[in-house]
């Protein structure tokens, strides 16, 4: 039999607060996250809103003479890691160093640091750039720091895959320790783009909601008025163990990770698959990976972005995968509290996974006052609701068509 | 401000060290903690405020405090 996974620990940084307790508090009290970009001045853009993370001060996590070395997500992800590790107690010593990995990934890395680098080889020069640049913005700079700040010696890898990239960060993961590359893993994602480039990017998309007066409604995932995702930051990272070498160290045994299903729609570069398949097939194969029934599934975090085609389509897969049990078992968008967390989105909300497990209670779908007619499943709408959690899933999906969907339960 | 002085200042600013640990002697990489990417940024501040040019050739010679004074004195911006 296959070695088994669990999660030992949750480190979150979102826009609902520094830690996973914040952040599950605002959640499940079905608090929006978002509100006016104070980061940078937004008037000249079709957007205002976005989902920020509030008063993180990097010198809480790492010495102030190196805070200017790494971009903002690179912060995020080793405070996230610090928190994780610490609520799992895994200690890195030199006997299990080597067996310890590290699979960070990030959506689109540092573009904040880019911009002000490419504004002063315009202004000033090429060389007056920063020799931390590059090691500052390249995305494996968040696995390449917490392997040194932790002393974490083996696998040390970053996905990349959009807004899948922190769920295929943690189901590589569960991969390589199965296969006995490693014996725990520092896994999730950060992102931290709260600036001009992307801000402008995605609003050319049209990708972004433009409900700039009422930013705490904006994020409305399967409402007859959504218009767009809000673009959030954060990080989300866990600690994942081989079931035994958690055992003998007397772990805190949150959940185990069932199955990991991978697809791609092979089908457009930003638009989703309009009959789901994609989806569909991520879904199913976490499934048959944990050698799962349908009716198992008592809850899906959904990928619900609030944007008008993906909220479609991600109702159709769920139908498509479940039958009659879709309208059976309850799907919900922490989205609409925390925003899009883009790379780190899969972390975070498998983070929340977890803590629904723990629990007993799955977070709601907030601003969800009206359903189009076609989605018709049970979102949990407006407030949280206790339910008793067996067997859950997280559904991530990517520009590019990439998807991926995480099977998450009890340890029985 | 004398260039010593602000030597020095530049030098607290940009490794995060101790004024009192930015003696004549130190060596930036092995009294004062920075890496072979500090010692680069720290150059670049060099010529930031003293509005000068340091070529890679003499600033591979830039090695301790001493160094960076008597380049920057002998070299004021023109």
Known sequence: ?????????????SPLGIGTEPTWAGVTAGTSGVSTITRFDTSDFPVHIG?????????????????KKFDLFVHFALAATTMAL??????????????????????IGGFPMIERQHEILLNRGPRRVSPFFIPSSI????SGLVSIRTGAKGPNMATCTACSTSAHAIGDALLYIRHGYADAIIAGGSEAVTSAMPLAGFSSMRALSTRNDEPERASRPWDRDRDGFVMGEGAGIVILEELEHAKRRGAPILAEILGFGMSSDAYHISAPAEDGDGAIRAMQGALDDGSLNSEDVDFINAHGTSTPAGDIVETIAVKGVFGDHAHKLMVSSTKSMTGHLLGAAGGLEFGLVVQSLVNGVVPPTINLDEPDPENDLDYVAHTAREADIKVALTNSFGFGGTNACLAVGLLD | ??????????????????????TA???FVDDLGADSLDVV??????????????????????????????????????
Do not use: H, Y
């Open chain 1, 86 to 107: 610490e609520s799992s107690g895994l200690e890195i010593t030199d006997e299990n160093a080597t067996r310890v990995g590290v699979v960070i990934g990030s959506g």
């Open chain 2, 25 to 27: 002697d130190a060596s």
């Open chain 1, 139 to 142: 995305i494996n700079m968040c």
């Open chain 1, 51 to 67: 989902a920020e993370v509030k008063g993180f001060e990097p010198e809480d996590w790492i010495e102030r003479k190196e805070v």
């Open chain 1, 1 to 13: 039999m296959s070695r088994r996974v669990v999660v030992t620990g949750v480190g979150l940084v």
């Open chain 2, 41 to 78: 940024e720290l150059v670049m501040a060099f010529e930031e405020e003293f509005g000068v040019e340091i070529p890679d050739e003499a600033a591979e010679k830039i090695a301790t405090v001493k160094d960076a004074n008597e380049f920057l004195k002998q070299n004021p911006a023109g």
């Open chain 2, 1 to 22: 401000m004398d260039v010593e002085a602000k030597v020095k200042e530049i030098i607290v600013q940009q490794l995060g060290v101790d004024a009192e640990k930015v």
